[in-house]
């Protein structure tokens, strides 16, 4: 039967295929007695739930060839004489006749007896075919709870997966995409979270915060996912399909209506130039980012080269990454963040700390490289070593003080002369720059300011900090707030500084690609735009229709506006206008 589940929309699209449980929930058995006028029905429900099931079991065994099949077909062939077995269902259908039992619960009381009389036996062969009993019971209690349709059956033979589960890692997501999985469904987590962000640099759909998902989402079931309204439709009907292939057409339109704006300039309708750099961490956004125009890479997030595997990558290794990531912009500015683990962002080789009591607040970003002075050396040493294929700038992040930036000045500098001592051809001057994600970074910048050669601010954790929201609790979602008055007064305040010292000013957090804020963005002042490649188009398309000088004139009143109301009240009054 279908249902409707919601959750909040983490990352765009819609995919329909079978759920994957990663772990499955518990039967749910209803122990509530069947009125009269009910038994008839619930014995058909259990007739639909045995045949479903004997139709699962034919089909595996139909798949099955060479050795696989002389070492599985013996238990399938037991399992089908099982559910044909009538003294096995008569005392099923007895059990909803008389004794009123709900199917679920009369398949629970069944498996119970079976159980015990096999553990009762002597014979050690005998007492394991229980295990016998219970696969087949929970398999006819699986089918019991999908009630799918044949029409539907065939269908999910047909689709690819949908991974269902509590929480799942950044490092998880790669591998998932790789084996094909379509979505990802979570009862857990936040649209802001580190997988979130992967799962939009992947394409892959995602819903967070679905609550009920585990208990409501068999192993098998069909779900049709709407990422961008954080819905899941369990048992999708005709009209359910039909909205997902209108999604379709309507996608592929737009993308060629896009598709045009490939290589055209950013400029305002005013005339004023917008750079739009690309957020990327492998080499099919770096080509992504190329083909649609953007003006370079503005973030490049190094701990991907850490997250998938046990030792930490040589100097050698990630110079080979970072040499390709320059040569693949074709002289395109790059902008490489030094490592950034920490909080949600563990790696397996043991470099972040996993026994702190608050991560988020903990030994990350800046932190961490400055803890292990070796793995930045590494780090900065290849980073150079590329610099000499084409223009790179050095991003810190997770900087609260000035001392912070003074150290890994120190340290560029001493590798840089290393280097040239060596022998190795690398730029005159490599820019350092400040991730402004802390609010101690944004309040002090006027007095680190001089110590930078530009700026970078992270909107998705300078939120959280401002807010003393946990970004990966669902739980306070409604408080992660981007419109926050505080935000705007943070976000205005750093642009303004930087400006006054003639210092460029990038923001490459959530709020860059995201179009309800582009119009806030260009009133306060901002000029240089980073986000995913696949949201250049859209942005390009949003900024090309605005007029920055009047934006900028409605800057005072948004940041003399108290409350979030009030602000999204001017930007209405900004979008009416247009």
Known sequence: MRSVLTGTGAARGMALGRARLEHPSRYLVDDSPLAEHEIEDELERLRRAIALARDELRTLREKLHGSLEREVAEFIDAHSLMLADRELTNGLFELIRVGRYRASAALKTQRDRLVAVFEAMDDPYLRSRKEDVEHVLGR??????????VEERR???????????????PSELVPLAERGVLGVVLSSGSQVSHSAILARSLHLPMIVAAHDALSHIQDDDLILIDGEHGEIVVHPTAQDLARLRAWQRETSQKSKRLALL????????????????????????????????????????????FLQRKEIPSEDEQFLAYRDLVLGMGGLPVTIRTLDLGADKADAS?????????????????????????????????????????????????????????????????????????GYEIADHTELGAMIEVP??????????????????????????TLAVDRNNDHLAHLYDPLHPAVLKLLAQTIATARRAKRRVMLCGEMAGDRR???????????????????LLEV???????????????????????????????????????
Request: hydrophobic share 45%.
């Open 140 to 149: 006819v209690q699986a089918s019991l709870a999908r009630e799918s349709s």
């Open 155 to 169: 269908l999910a033979a047909r689709v690819g997966e949908i991974l269902v589960s509590d929480t799942v890692a």
């Open 262 to 305: 490939r290589n055209a300039e950013t400029r305002t309708k005013d005339g004023v130039a917008i750079s739009l750099h690309a957020n990327a961490e492998s080499p099919a956004d770096v080509a992504q980012a190329r083909v649609l125009g953007a003006s370079g890479v503005g973030l490049y997030r190094t701990e991907f080269l």
């Open 540 to 578: 390009r398309e949003t900024i090309n229709a605005l007029d920055r000088e009047r934006l900028r004139a409605h800057a005072p009143a948004l940041l003399r506006a108290s409350t979030r109301a009030r602000i999204e009240g001017v930007l209405e009054r900004l979008s009416s206008d247009d």
């Open 440 to 465: 101690a970074a944004a309040i002090a910048l006027g007095g680190m300011i001089q110590s930078l050669d530009f700026v970078s601010i992270g909107t998705n954790d300078l939120v959280q900090y």
């Open 350 to 422: 043991g470099l972040v700390m996993d026994d702190e009591e608050n991560p988020a607040l903990g030994v990350r970003g800046v932190r961490l490289s400055l803890r292990h002075p070796q793995l930045l050396v590494s780090q900065l040493r290849a980073i150079l070593r590329a610099s000499g294929y084409g223009p790179i700038r050095v991003l810190v992040p997770m900087v609260s003080t000035v001392e912070e930036v003074l150290s890994v000045r120190a340290l560029l500098q001493e590798c840089a002369r290393d280097l040239r001592t060596a």
């Open 517 to 535: 804020y582009t119009a806030l963005l260009l009133a306060l002042g901002l000029t240089d735009f980073s986000m995913h490649p696949g949201l």
